[in-house]
């Protein structure tokens, strides 16, 4: 019996492993994409709004500060998407500063309503440098919302044009329109 104990607590370490961004303890993208094969699935298909999340100027943190630094920055601010996920969301790591959140059944306002809470939430959390100084972060986000019999993928995209737009409209915003 305690064999078989040991065997399991390995594989539920590998999977988590395996699913799981090491740095923030957020889904990684092989778990996303598992996830959305899932929701593509359904039928019928929920609502669903993606939200693609990118800090604001986080290469000047790193180059400022020290990778350890921005490594702090983000596990806080995965922790506060953590914190606040809803029910209905899947929130991942989906590349070195960006996150993204699928959140189902869900309108387009309150898609955009969550995104502007996370928005100010992230400015409400305090990194500290080395030195113990206090510095603010902020976040620019691109939202879409699946429409029927699309793929997860081309939604994905839509976000990502819409965070673009975020960023050249002077970062720290939300859109969800192009």
């Known amino acids: 019996m305690t064999s078989n104990h040991f065997h399991l607590s390995l594989l539920l370490r590998l999977y988590r492993q395996a699913t799981n961004d090491p740095l923030t303890g957020l889904l990684n993208r092989v778990a996303l994409q598992r996830h959305t094969e899932q929701i593509e699935k359904t039928d019928p298909r929920p609502s669903a709004a993606i939200t693609l999340l990118d800090l604001d100027r986080f290469k000047l943190i790193n180059d400022s500060y020290g990778h350890s630094v921005g490594d702090q920055a983000l596990r806080l601010f995965a922790a506060m998407l953590k914190k606040g996920a809803q029910k209905n969301d899947t929130v991942c790591r989906y590349g ?39 510095f603010q972060i902020s976040v620019s986000q691109g939202i879409s919302m699946l429409r029927p019999d699309e793929k997860i993928e081309d939604a994905i995209q839509r976000a990502d044009e819409r965070l673009y737009i975020a960023k050249s409209n ?5 859109v969800e329109r192009s």
Request: hydrophobic share 35%.
């Open 170 to 174: 002077g970062r720290n915003c939300v």
């Open 96 to 134: 070195g500063e960006e996150f993204l959140i699928i959140s189902t059944h869900v309108s387009r306002e309150q898609a955009v309503e969550q995104a502007e809470k996370i928005r100010v939430l992230a400015q409400e959390l305090e990194p500290k440098t080395l030195d113990n100084v206090s």
